[in-house]
């Protein structure tokens, strides 16, 4: 049986409160002077949200030919209309929202074969070669079986599980209630509980 890590009540219910991170703190102050016009602050910005979009938008679109065009897409909004940001919400749920958008508007034009082999991510060093070998076809079972969910449904287990996003912030991203969000939640993983199951049963996991 497929075990979730839990999820604690705070983070299910309430964004996160008390003051910004030092990451937080660097992002805005990147953004201001992306508002002034000034290319090395939005060269900065980029390089701290590209491994962060790709990964996202990775499990969310499954079309590796249109991950970049949509991640370069989102950023250019972020360069264009830095002065929306009104500081409501963290800039990193406004950049995801973004790209979220951009994911939904990009899969609805396109209707290419999801082949998640064909999928490269960012390098992620850590343990050896043998439990790497383990963790990687873990890995595509798991990219298999989220393939099977809706766009909507992968973008909030990977916000949730991936991006550790509590279901407000989600709900941000993703423009809706946080009960739809803590809905979508329950299908999504009711649905890849049955697939991975299956695949255990099968002995192929």
Same mark, same amino acid.
């Given at each position: 049986?497929?075990?979730?890590?839990?999820?604690?009540?705070?983070?299910?219910?309430?964004?996160?409160?008390?003051?910004?991170?030092? *990451?937080?703190?660097?992002?805005?102050?990147?953004?201001?002077?992306?508002?002034?016009?000034?290319?090395?602050?939005?060269?900065?910005?980029?390089?701290?949200?590209?491994?962060?979009?790709?990964?996202?938008?990775?499990?969310?679109?499954?079309?590796?030919?249109?991950?970049?065009?949509?991640?370069?897409? *989102?950023?250019? @909004? @972020?360069?264009?209309?830095?002065?929306?940001?009104?500081?409501?919400?963290?800039?990193? *749920?406004?950049?995801?929202?973004?790209?979220?958008?951009?994911?939904?508007?990009?899969?609805?034009?396109?209707?290419?074969? @999801?082949?998640?082999?064909?999928?490269?991510? +960012? +390098?992620?060093?850590?343990?050896?070669?043998?439990?790497?070998?383990?963790?990687?076809?873990?890995?595509?079972?798991?990219?298999?079986?989220?393939?099977?969910?809706? +766009?909507?449904?992968?973008?909030?287990?990977?916000?949730?599980?991936?991006?550790?996003?509590?279901?407000?912030?989600?709900?941000?991203?993703?423009?809706? +209630?946080?009960?739809?969000?803590? *809905?979508?939640?329950?299908?999504?993983?009711?649905?890849?509980?049955?697939?991975?199951?299956?695949?255990?049963?099968?002995?192929?996991?």
């Amino acid at each position: 049986m497929l075990k979730w890590p839990s999820i604690r009540k705070k983070r299910e219910d309430a964004p996160a409160q008390g003051r910004a991170s030092a *990451t937080e703190r660097l992002e805005l102050e990147l953004l201001e002077g992306i508002k002034q016009g000034r290319r090395a602050e939005f060269d900065a910005l980029y390089r701290l949200y590209h491994p962060r979009l790709w990964r996202f938008l990775v499990h969310l679109m499954r079309q590796p030919d249109a991950i970049e065009e949509v991640l370069n897409d *989102t950023m250019m @909004v @972020v360069w264009q209309r830095a002065d929306s940001f009104d500081g409501r919400s963290k800039l990193s *749920t406004w950049v995801f929202g973004i790209a979220y958008r951009k994911a939904l508007k990009s899969l609805s034009r396109q209707d290419l074969p @999801v082949d998640g082999d064909d999928v490269d991510e +960012p +390098p992620d060093p850590g343990p050896g070669p043998e439990q790497r070998l383990g963790l990687e076809q873990l890995r595509g079972r798991l990219r298999g079986a989220m393939a099977e969910l809706s +766009p909507e449904h992968r973008a909030v287990v990977e916000l949730c599980y991936f991006h550790d996003m509590a279901y407000a912030e989600i709900a941000d991203v993703v423009g809706c +209630p946080a009960e739809t969000v803590k *809905t979508r939640m329950f299908y999504a993983r009711r649905r890849l509980r049955v697939l991975l199951d299956d695949l255990a049963g099968s002995g192929e996991l």
